[in-house]
C-alpha cells in the first residue's frame, strides 16, 4: 500500500511570492489533515477535510492560506502571498474512518519543508 | 497555551538500558493518547497508544503509562537501540469525536548511544 506523499520535499520562495504544496493520501482515507511544525516548536493542526468538506479549519492561521480537495481525493495548500513567518515543515497525514472504532491512527507523509526569504 | 507538554527537549541514553519519556496534558478532555517517532526528513509514524481507560499498554519493547489524576503519560523503552535515536512526540484527542485533529507536544529527541 502506498503511503502519504508529498511533493514538493522542500521549497524555498521569496517573500510575497505564492506556493502550492501537494498531499495524496493513502487511496480509500477519508479524512485527511495538514499541520504545520516551525523549528523546535510542536506539530500544530491547521485543518481537517473529511472527503472533500472541511471539517475543521480552526488551525487556519489567516486568510493568506488556502486549502482545497476537489473530489475527496487529493489536496493543495497554497500560501498566497507568503511571509516569513510561514516557514516550517507542512505534514499531511491521513486516516480512515471505521465504523464502530472512534481512534483510528494518523498516517503522515514526509513532509514540504518551506523556507521563505 | 500548549495543551500536551514535552518538557524534556532531548534525552541521551546508553545502549540496553531503560529510556523513559515524558509527557504532561492539561485539557481533561482528552481520553486518547498516541506516541509518534519521527526520523529527520521523514514523518512522524506511530508507534503506541493507550486509551484513558487503561492505565498501561505494551508493544514489545514500549510501553505507554497513563496517570489520569496526574495528567501524565510516560513511554518506557527497554532495551534502548542505536535504531530508537529519533524524536518523539507525544499526541493527544478529546472524546467528542474520533476523528479530531490530534494536539501535538514539542517532542523529545531521544539519542541512544553504543
Known amino acids: 500500500e502506498a503511503g502519504v506523499t508529498q511533493f514538493p520535499s522542500h521549497s524555498v520562495i521569496e517573500k510575497g511570492q505564492t506556493v502550492t504544496l501537494r498531499c495524496d493520501p493513502i487511496?480509500?482515507?477519508?479524512?485527511l489533515y495538514w499541520y504545520r511544525r516551525v523549528m523546535g516548536k510542536e506539530i500544530k493542526f491547521l485543518l481537517h477535510f473529511v472527503k472533500e468538506s472541511k471539517q475543521d479549519e480552526s488551525g487556519m492561521p489567516n486568510n493568506r492560506f488556502l486549502a482545497e480537495r476537489t473530489g475527496g481525493t487529493y489536496s493543495t495548500l497554497k500560501v498566497q502571498p507568503a511571509e516569513l513567518e510561514d516557514s516550517g515543515v507542512y505534514f499531511c497525514?491521513?486516516?480512515?474512518?471505521?465504523?464502530?472504532?472512534?481512534?483510528?491512527?494518523?498516517?503522515f507523509g514526509n513532509g514540504t519543508r518551506l523556507t521563505v526569504t | 497555551d500548549q495543551q500536551v507538554k514535552q518538557n524534556s527537549p532531548s534525552l541521551s541514553v546508553q545502549e540496553g538500558r531503560i529510556s523513559i519519556l515524558n509527557c504532561d496534558y492539561t485539557?481533561?478532555?482528552?481520553?486518547?493518547f498516541l506516541w509518534y517517532k519521527k526520523y529527520p526528513a521523514e514523518g512522524p509514524t506511530f508507534l503506541i497508544s493507550i486509551s484513558s481507560i487503561k492505565d498501561k499498554n505494551e508493544d514489545g519493547r514500549f510501553t505507554v503509562f497513563l496517570n489520569k489524576s496526574a495528567k501524565h503519560l510516560s513511554l518506557h523503552i527497554v532495551p534502548s537501540q542505536p535504531g530508537d535515536s529519533a524524536v518523539y512526540f507525544c499526541a493527544a484527542r478529546d472524546r467528542n469525536s474520533g476523528n479530531t485533529p490530534l494536539v501535538f507536544g514539542k517532542g523529545t529527541r531521544l539519542s541512544v548511544i553504543a
Open positions: 487511496s480509500g482515507h477519508d479524512n
Open positions: 497525514a491521513s486516516s480512515q474512518t471505521q465504523q464502530g472504532k472512534v481512534n483510528s491512527p494518523l498516517h
Open positions: 485539557n481533561s478532555m482528552f481520553d486518547y
